[in-house]
């Protein structure tokens, strides 16, 4: 790997002086847009670029005028929060045509501008890309023509174009994410959650049309993540016969005492013949085979509308961060990239291998190749595919594989957002591998009480959605109890535990405050000694302060903060943030934070104080947590069926090696079993925390984007790292 550059010589490699950058979101409009903008015009004005709004698109691009305008850092502000985009998109004939072109090269160049981020789908990229090929040829048409003189053309010589992926269907290859899915995810959830309760109360079937004309991502994700009986997308069409068989599904499904069906179908669904499978066509089937009341359900637009997530405010920002710093160390020979989710890193790949592995997906289907445009979609959607197929479709007792293995399952510590989907898919997973299930109630206190049953298929049926841990959580450790806990494996002659816990485990902050004239909130956030909540919530929420217990803080640092945050008041701004992590410090307290801004800020602002508490454990799961502890539960029960017939011998389990006790987790891109006595080394017992933490790495933009003067550098993952103590800028 390369070697961390001098930051004072890297920093003045990526300056931006003399520069401008203009920045323009194309197609349809997807939540995040508005937060991908702001951190490029932040970090563009940051490091001394001139950064311009290109409204309403290559339209905008192409009218020049008003539609080119230069962007303050005070005219992103509040704008984080808000869904579509607030410089406007549009679809533009006009950019396909050479003379479109041309007017667009010429409308740039009266404003310096060399520097193109474009915000939208690989149409919108592809036509970035175009621009770029002919920079040079336009240049030498304008100077023709008499429009721009030679030392313009030489001056504005190279055009560097990055683009980021805004498409709520998450249907561009090469990255995990696209900017607008988990938001849309978000909408569907919220929607059938609402069903579901209306289908229980008079025994309906509802047939849901999502998004995907192309991509069926929406519908695989929502329909794992809300259980749904049966999903049809564009990737994967059903096999001739399948109306016979979701019909017997879900004849089934009632004669088992469950009130509701919901079928889940992307709008670009097709049958192995394509033809298209339409909501009314199933709606139709449902009724004339099985007399069903079936209700038709369309989403449209209301997938694209609403607050970005916490999620895309977050992958968005770190996009439009990263994007500032491709074009500044673009070069004449450099292709034109895209910024992209890999692993939890953002990284830049060719735009137009991307763009080009895009078409192939589609051409697969076209040539009725479904496997290969499964592989293509990346292996995030096959795992979800082969995931949802595990899940939802029990096999008969005479198909299942034979083992004599008895699996537990418990919850510990506090309750956390999705504890409940890992459960369900242990507990289908394990019985699809023809194990005994068991579940535990109340955590290590249950179990050495013996509340310990034997659990079914049909038992967590409609757990996916719901909030909180069904089967009960307590806090109690088993040290104490380790007899008698060894005393109900042997009398339930238990071969192997599932443990879904862990030191705190909490729900993503969901930070809504805003503020009227010159306010600030003081946000306390919980998280124990772990600071990720207020940082990562922090840097959705657009924070100027986050206190957290990794990075120590003094006296000086608070008034710091109060100055700068006075400052950037005067200037025009009317809200701050500030977020305090529970155990930060020991004598700096909300309270006193509070007081102390409440003072120092007076004739200036005024402060607001908010303790959040156990708000943040409470309510339904978030798609993340459903579709993650569904994905992470089953890999956890194929391990310990792996490891079961690997340590049996002469009838009995031998689990006394290091690899037997795991802790399963995400590390970049790949989910780990990592042996438990192994992180002993790299936990912090005392504070009940990892002792590195990958995510303060994100903390330096989060200062950046808050108007920070921050020293930074690029640490051989990639990523913005502090070299230096933070002090604020005087501006």
């Known amino acids: 790997m390369a070697k961390r550059q001098d930051t004072k010589k890297f920093f003045e490699n990526l300056s931006g002086s003399g520069k401008s950058i203009g920045v323009l979101t194309s197609g349809g409009d997807a939540q995040g847009m508005n937060a991908a903008v702001r951190a490029v015009v932040r970090m563009g004005i940051y490091v001394g670029a001139k950064v311009y709004f290109i409204h309403e698109g290559y339209q ?13 850092w005070e005219s992103v502000s509040s704008m984080l929060q808000v869904g579509g985009t607030v410089i406007g998109s549009a679809r533009c004939k006009e950019f396909r045509s050479h003379e479109g072109r041309l007017k667009a090269a010429h409308h740039l160049v009266q ?5 193109l981020c474009v915000i939208g789908g690989d149409g919108s990229l592809t036509g970035a890309n175009l621009f770029r090929e002919e920079w040079s040829g336009l240049l030498e048409e304008l100077v023709q023509q008499g429009l721009i003189d030679q030392e313009a053309a030489q001056n504005n010589s190279e055009l560097h174009i990055v683009g980021m992926v805004g498409s709520i269907d998450n249907d561009f290859c090469g990255t995990d994410m696209t900017i607008g899915t988990d938001s849309a995810l978000h909408r569907i959830i919220e929607v059938v959650d609402a069903i579901m309760t209306t289908a229980q109360s008079h025994q309906r079937t509802f047939v849901l049309e999502v998004m995907g004309r192309h991509c069926g991502y929406l519908a695989l994700v929502s329909a794992l993540a809300c259980g749904a009986d049966w999903v049809l997308i564009p990737e994967m069409p059903p096999e001739d016969g399948w109306e016979e068989q979701m019909c017997q599904k879900l004849s089934e499904n009632r004669a088992g005492k469950k009130r509701l069906n919901i079928i889940i179908v992307a709008e670009g669904a097709i049958d192995c013949h394509n033809k298209p499978i339409t909501t009314e066509y199933i709606k139709d089937l449902v009724v004339r085979c099985l007399g069903f009341d079936t209700r038709v359900t369309i989403l449209g637009h209301v997938q694209r509308g609403g607050t970005p997530s916490a999620f895309d405010r977050i992958l968005a920002s770190r996009m439009g961060v990263e994007a500032v710093l491709a074009l500044l160390e673009a070069s004449a020979t450099t292709p034109a990239c895209v910024v992209s989710l890999c692993g939890n890193q953002a990284v830049r790949l060719p735009l137009m291998e991307c763009v080009q592995m895009t078409q192939d997906v589609q051409k ?10 499964v592989r293509l979609r990346g292996r995030s959607f096959e795992n979800n595919l082969n995931t949802y197929k595990l899940l939802s479709f029990r096999k008969a007792d005479s198909e299942l594989p034979h083992s004599s293995f008895n699996v537990a399952v418990l919850n510990v510590g506090a309750p956390a957002a999705g504890m409940n989907a890992a459960v369900r898919s242990a507990v289908r997973v394990g019985i699809s591998e023809g194990h005994k299930m068991f579940a535990v109630n109340d955590g290590f206190e249950g179990f050495y009480k013996g509340q310990i049953k034997e659990i079914k298929w049909g038992d967590v049926g409609g757990w996916t959605g719901q909030g909180g841990s069904i089967l009960g959580t307590k806090r109690t450790l088993p040290a104490k109890y380790l007899d008698k806990i060894a005393e109900q494996i042997r009398i339930h002659n238990i071969n192997a535990l599932l443990v879904i816990g862990g030191f705190e485990t909490c729900d993503r902050i969901k930070q809504s405050a805003s503020g009227t004239k010159r306010r600030v909130f003081i946000i306390e956030t919980m998280g124990g000694y772990c600071g990720y909540l207020a940082s990562v919530g922090g840097l959705a929420a657009g924070a ?3 206190y957290i217990y990794e990075e120590p803080f003094d006296i000086r640092d608070l008034q710091s903060n109060v100055e700068h945050l006075t400052e950037k008041m005067k200037t025009g701004i009317q809200r701050g943030l500030v977020l305090r992590n529970e155990n930060s410090n020991v004598n700096f307290t909300t309270d006193f934070i509070y007081q102390l801004y409440s003072e120092e800020g007076k004739g200036v602002f005024d402060c607001r104080k908010n303790v959040l508490g156990h708000m943040q454990q409470g ?3 978030s798609p993340f947590d459903r579709n993650f502890g569904t994905k992470i539960s089953a890999k956890a029960i194929q391990w310990i069926s792996k490891k079961l017939k690997e340590s049996y011998k002469e009838g009995k389990v031998f689990a006394n090696t ?4 795991c802790l399963l ?13 192994q992180l002993k080394e790299e936990t912090d017992f005392v504070h009940r925390i990892p002792k590195e933490q990958w995510w303060l790495k994100l903390r330096p933009l989060m200062k950046i984007l808050a108007k920070y003067k921050t020293s930074y550098d690029v640490s051989d993952s990639g990523q913005l790292e502090h070299v230096t103590r933070i002090r604020p800028k005087k501006d």
């Open 60 to 72: 905008g691009m192409v009218d020049g005028g008003e539609n080119i305008e230069e962007a303050s």
């Open 111 to 115: 404003h310096g501008i060399t520097n």
């Open 364 to 373: 697969a289907m076209d040539e009725k190749n479904f496997e290969e445009a």
């Open 544 to 546: 100027d302060a986050v």
């Open 619 to 621: 309510g339904a799961p």
């Open 658 to 661: 290091e690899d037997t006790a």
């Open 665 to 677: 987790g995400m590390r970049r891109r790949a989910l780990v079993f990592q042996p438990v006595v």
